[in-house]
């Protein structure tokens, strides 16, 4: 265990708490007899809260104990309060209603009589799964407050986290809490109360990939912090669940969002791309796609112009970059006319064998395509300035696996433009965008994850 030199350092007294509060909370199914936040403390009885970090299931969620419903309708990001349920083995299972299917595998716990849980589903739809985490209680003691991490972040890698007096550096600093593998919890370290910032990092580096505004917790508070995702192939949204009386929390949003830029127009030169005023990309070709640029979530301004015409903006856009996503921007049409379309990118990874790909008609004057993929259509009438869901397609995670890919103008049998052989490798996620026109189709294939 280990603590930020800008938290303060653990006295031997601390060191000795933390040390209790490992032994006497262990994670699931081993129960600490507490007054604190059971709805009925006899042994007759313990509580349940649901969370619902499953990203793109295809709905709210529904959640079955047995064949009792625990709560029903619950969205991305939702969360109830502790409730009263039976002791004893029981099966929990999580469904979405409107798919009819199963959002992850059941779960077999063995519920211990006046203790807390809470149940936490993530990853992306496809390749969720869940954890259940035994909210038993230690007093964290006057001027700390208690925090267990689980990193529900899959495809992130094991990730640390930094608790820190606001605006604190962390080029000195150590995490609180280091390399929490995902799918995995630590267990309870002491932190000193009062106002924070909240900054997460892939282990061993001080890249941030979560970033907060200063928040405030009180002494002798205790909190699970969950760091999940909302799509971003890299950065990551932390949900604080605060074990208490009722089982209360909220989402503490990403100040930052990611972003990219498809160049798909016909202008004769290569792009130069501004945000807020500061050159971000430089000399973007034609049928070029710049990497993911990290930058403040919200709508900050983005303004292009050509390198052959520099001062001269050739389109200038305010888009929502949502905290923890990312953002693929598609620039069509010619200097005079300069247009963009702005997608928000699923890039958590499919399984380890399987690639998504999405199609993206981004050309300037063919209404409607049906592609196919290896001659069997996959995707029919996708219309000018849209984009498909992510088909998948089984593809090799280390060789990959060659598809061809072809566009028809909708309802042609004829080819418009084909794409022959278009390599995808399992666990990744693609981008198909077409773009020109009619008479001048072309292609750009990116690896999105």
């Given at each position: 265990m280990r603590v930020s030199s800008a938290t303060g350092i653990f006295t031997r007294l601390q060191r000795a708490l933390v040390v209790a509060f490992a032994c006497l909370c262990p994670m699931v199914l081993i129960s600490c007899n507490t007054d604190k936040g059971v709805t009925d403390e006899t042994s007759q009885h313990a509580a349940l809260r649901i969370v619902n970090l499953v990203f793109n299931?295809?709905?709210?969620?529904?959640?079955?104990?047995?064949?009792?419903?625990v709560v029903s309708g619950l969205a991305f990001e939702g969360q109830t309060s502790y409730q009263q349920i039976g002791i004893g083995i029981k099966t929990i299972q999580p469904t979405v209603p409107s798919t009819s299917s199963n959002v992850v595998s059941s779960t077999v716990a063995n519920f211990l009589g006046a203790t807390n849980y809470t149940y936490v589903a993530f990853g992306p739809a496809g390749n969720a799964t869940s954890i259940l985490?035994?909210?038993?209680?230690?007093?964290?003691?006057?001027?700390?407050?208690?925090?267990?991490?689980?990193?529900?972040?899959?495809?992130?890698?094991?990730?640390?986290i930094?608790?820190?007096?606001?605006?604190?550096?962390?080029?000195?600093?150590?995490?609180?809490?280091?390399?929490?593998?995902?799918?995995?919890?630590?267990g309870f370290v002491?932190?000193?109360a009062g106002n924070i910032e909240i900054r997460v990092t892939p282990a061993n580096s001080k890249e941030i990939i979560f970033d907060s505004l200063p928040q405030t917790i009180a002494e002798r508070a205790l909190i699970d912090g969950v760091i999940y995702a909302r799509g971003s192939g890299r950065l990551v949204n932390v949900a604080l669940?605060?074990?208490?009386n009722?089982?209360?929390?909220?989402?503490?949003?990403?100040?930052?969002?990611?972003?990219?830029?498809?160049?798909?127009?016909?202008?004769?030169?290569?792009?130069?791309?501004?945000?807020n005023h500061e050159l971000v990309l430089s000399n973007l070709p034609f049928t070029g796609a710049s990497g993911y640029r990290k930058t403040a979530a919200g709508t900050p301004t983005l303004t292009v112009e050509a390198t052959a015409t520099?001062?001269?903006?050739?389109?200038?856009?305010?888009?929502?970059?949502?905290?923890?996503?990312?953002?693929?921007?598609?620039?069509?049409?010619?200097?005079?006319?300069?247009?963009?379309?702005?997608?928000?990118?699923?890039n958590l990874p499919p399984a380890v064998a399987r690639a998504r790909v999405r199609f993206v008609n981004s050309s300037t004057d063919v209404a409607a395509v049906d592609v196919f993929v290896n001659f069997s259509r996959q995707v029919a009438s996708l219309a000018m300035n849209t984009a498909s869901l992510g088909v998948e397609f089984d593809a090799d995670p280390t060789l990959g696996t060659s598809y061809?890919?072809?566009?028809?103008?909708?309802?042609?049998?004829?080819?418009?433009?084909?794409?022959?052989a278009v390599t995808l490798t399992g666990g990744h996620s693609y981008s198909v965008y077409l773009v020109g026109s009619r008479t001048a189709l072309a292609a750009l294939v990116t690896q999105d994850n």
């Open positions: 299931a295809g709905g709210p969620i529904t959640v079955f104990l047995d064949s009792d419903t985490l035994n909210d038993s209680t230690v007093d964290p003691g006057a001027g700390n407050f208690g925090f267990r991490l689980l990193n529900a972040s899959i495809g992130s890698g094991p990730l640390d930094y608790i820190t007096p606001p605006g604190a550096s962390l080029d000195v600093a150590t995490p609180v809490i280091a390399a929490v593998a995902p799918g995995s919890n630590s002491l932190i000193p669940l605060n074990i208490d009722v089982g209360t929390g909220r989402i503490v949003n990403n100040l930052l969002a990611q972003f990219k830029v498809v160049n798909g127009s016909s202008v004769a030169s290569p792009l130069n791309v501004f945000v520099p001062g001269a903006t050739l389109l200038a856009l305010t888009p929502n970059l949502v905290p923890a996503t990312d953002s693929s921007i598609v620039l069509t049409g010619p200097a005079g006319a300069l247009q963009s379309l702005v997608l928000t990118d699923n061809e890919i072809d566009f028809n103008v909708s309802g042609s049998t004829l080819t418009s433009l084909s794409l022959p």
